[in-house]
């Protein structure tokens, strides 16, 4: 497999949306479509350029998953459906230690019980809980740190 880590690449921004939305999709299940097109919105117009990030790639260049990171805070780690289960969410994590030490945050939705689950089995351990997201929305987040 001739798979890469690479930084955000302009030319693939279309690409990391539609990978973000159809994983939302799939996994973000306690959104209603109001709240999935407000997000889209934002991943669209300034999320992916205010946060540093990186882009797994496959052997034919197109991106498979990203993460963003803000110092060591994961901001979003998403993987298109098609390649779930494959280890890039893990590979992804693994990059971010590289760069910023093993002291690595994350936020999660309480009601992403999956992204929850990778999360722990990577060893985050939750330190923290919110009622409300970051945009002020009633979705409970739960605060992870990696031990």
């Given at each position: ?42 991943v ?55 760069l ?7 936020d ?40």
């Amino acid at each position: 497999m001739l798979n890469k880590i690479v930084p955000y690449r302009e030319k693939d921004h279309d690409k990391l949306v539609d990978i973000w939305y159809r994983a939302v999709r799939l996994t973000h299940t306690f959104l209603t479509e109001e709240d999935i097109e407000f997000f889209h919105h934002l991943v669209q117009t300034e999320a992916l350029t205010g946060v540093e990030i990186w882009m797994e790639i496959n052997e034919n260049e197109v991106p498979t998953g990203f993460i963003g990171l803000d110092e060591s805070k994961i901001e979003m780690l998403f993987v298109d459906p098609n390649y779930h289960g494959q280890g890039i969410g893990t590979r992804l994590i693994k990059h971010a230690e590289n760069l910023k030490g093993s002291h690595l945050k994350v936020d999660v939705n309480e009601q992403n019980e999956g992204a929850h689950a990778f999360y722990q089995r990577y060893g985050f351990v939750q330190t923290g809980r919110s009622e409300l997201d970051g945009t002020g929305r009633p979705f409970p987040i739960l605060h992870l740190e990696l031990e």
